[in-house]
């Protein structure tokens, strides 16, 4: 029986989660790691973990497949719910696979679009950066409900990320909880994020800079913990690597009870903050973006 195979990468935020939800730019990049779906015809036996919501139903849905007639595996180098763009991924890499199976062709647009419908179930109100990142892939400027732009740098730009521990709160929580400050303290919230903003276009500029970048994620990364969306524990953990020369940022939706995801690292140098984080009992993960 024929069976279809498709890869869809990961994805990092470097500047501009939570903002990018209120019309904000984000930089984001996929990563060369990401979740591979496997589908064939059959009794609908399926081998994945954690879906909860009811993503992989949904995403058959919308690609117009049968969830009882197809068998399916998904295998996954990316921790899921830790920001790296899993559920985009899965979802988008279930659509994909259904078409390919039915030996249609999707087009990028269609793609994001019917990937959206999926990310909906994750919160009502995603601004579509992670399809966008996932199924576009490279480095690329996103802006809501505008578009992207695919962005170029002379060099790959070397990050360290570790991970913090899976955050209680889902993705849509806290999205849910920026709206709940933003609609209490609007002004405040609006000033957090036109600062990030500003990050935003600077990091664009300076990519290939790597002290300047590393200055400038720490700043994004503060600015993030004054949104309210890093745990007290990875607040502390920042401070311990900021001693030790790293610029440092959650990426993703980040949590507040125990982990919050997904750590970016920059730094001039890894040997130091890898042995530091894994000393501490974090797994670490040196990647390359951009090029
Ligand atoms: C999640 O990767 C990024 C958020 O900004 C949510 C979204 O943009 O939909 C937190």
Not at 37 to 52: A, F, Q, S, W
Request: contains cysteine; aromatic residues 6%; glycine residues 12%.
């Amino acid at each position: 029986m024929r069976e279809v195979k498709v890869f869809v990468p990961g994805k990092i935020i470097l500047s501009g989660e939570h903002s990018v939800v209120y019309g904000y730019p984000a930089l984001v990049a996929s990563l060369s790691k990401g979740i591979t779906v496997k589908l064939m015809e059959g009794k609908g036996k399926k081998d994945y973990k954690n879906d909860e919501i009811g993503l992989i139903r949904k995403a058959i849905g919308v690609a117009g497949g049968k969830f009882n007639g197809l068998d399916l595996k998904i295998e996954s180098d990316l921790p899921v719910g830790a920001g790296l763009g899993s559920s985009a991924a899965i979802a988008a890499g279930v659509i994909k696979a259904v078409k390919k199976l039915n030996g249609k062709k999707i087009s990028d647009e269609k793609l994001f679009d019917l990937t959206m419908e999926c990310e909906r179930l994750a919160h009502k109100n995603p601004s579509g950066v992670d399809p966008a990142a996932v199924i576009y892939g490279g480095l690329i400027k996103y802006i809501k409900n505008k578009g992207l732009v695919g962005l170029k740098t002379k060099k790959t730009v070397k990050f360290l990320l570790f991970d913090s521990g899976k955050p209680k709160e889902t993705t849509g929580e806290m999205v849910e909880l920026v709206e709940k400050r933003y609609k209490s303290g609007t002004k405040k919230v609006e000033e957090i994020f036109k600062k990030i903003w500003s990050v935003t276009e600077t990091i664009q500029l300076n990519l290939e800079d790597d002290k300047k970048l590393k200055k400038l994620i720490d700043e994004n990364g503060k600015l993030l913990e004054s949104l309210g969306v890093v745990s007290k524990k990875v607040i502390r953990l920042s401070q311990d690597l900021r001693k030790i020369n790293c610029g440092v940022k959650i990426t993703g939706a980040g949590g507040l009870t125990g982990g919050s995801g997904m750590v970016l690292v920059k730094s001039l140098g890894y040997s130091k903050p890898k042995k530091f984080l894994e000393d501490r009992g974090y797994k670490t993960m040196e990647i390359s973006i951009g090029d």
